[in-house]
């Protein structure tokens, strides 16, 4: 199996990601914060769909700032004309179904915060749920969301294993944080 920590290591692309961000759980100090940072970083699984990881790690300080940050009401509100800019931005991916997906995404993330006071909590609400489970309701609650999309997303926000073997010094500074998902049964992932 190969890991994304042999890849990361001493790759300038990569390594601050792998080391800092990558199966972290949130901090979960601030829900409007967490807001913005599970937003972009679904955003950018979104726009990883099939295309490789170093390119969106590498468009992400200029994707981040086309759309403002990643602010969800800003993003919700979203007209034709930053539909143009941003198909226009050779700082993104420019793809039209996946920038009105995140679009939309961003809308359907505020309907979350009358329903569950916003993403953060909705996604611990269904904690713990296998790979499967989380791409089904993904897939019923947001837009272009594939398996792949929703499975590194959710590794990537500790609610799924794999992000990292054990021997990797993130993973040793991640378990001592205790994510979502070290605090189930691994029996719960067995069937995802």
Not at 25 to 44: H, I, T, W
Not at 100 to 119: M, P, T, V, Y
Not at 147 to 175: Q, T, W
Request: hydrophobic share 40%.
């Amino acid at each position: 199996m190969s890991w994304y920590c042999e890849v990361a290591e001493d790759n300038p692309i990569h390594q601050s990601y792998h080391d800092n961000e990558y199966g972290f759980p949130l901090k979960g100090k601030d829900a409007k914060e967490d807001e913005r940072y599970l937003f972009e970083l679904q955003s950018l699984e979104l726009f990883q769909a099939g295309l490789s990881w170093d390119l969106i790690l590498k468009k992400r300080p200029t994707t981040v700032a086309a759309f403002d940050q990643f602010n969800v009401d800003t993003v919700a509100a979203y007209k034709a004309k930053d539909v143009k800019r941003l198909l226009g931005d050779a700082g993104i991916i420019r793809n039209k179904l996946k920038v009105a997906s995140i679009i939309e995404n961003a809308k359907r993330i505020q309907a979350l915060g009358d329903s569950h006071d916003g993403f953060a909590a909705w996604i611990a609400a269904h904690h713990p749920l296998n790979r499967a489970e989380w791409t089904k309701l993904f897939r019923q609650t947001f837009k272009f969301m594939g398996s792949e999309i929703v499975n590194e997303f959710m590794m990537c926000i500790g609610y799924l294993p794999g992000a990292h073997h054990e021997d990797c010094m993130a993973y040793k500074r991640i378990a001592k944080l205790s994510p979502p998902w070290m605090q189930v049964d691994p029996k719960v992932f067995a069937d995802g």
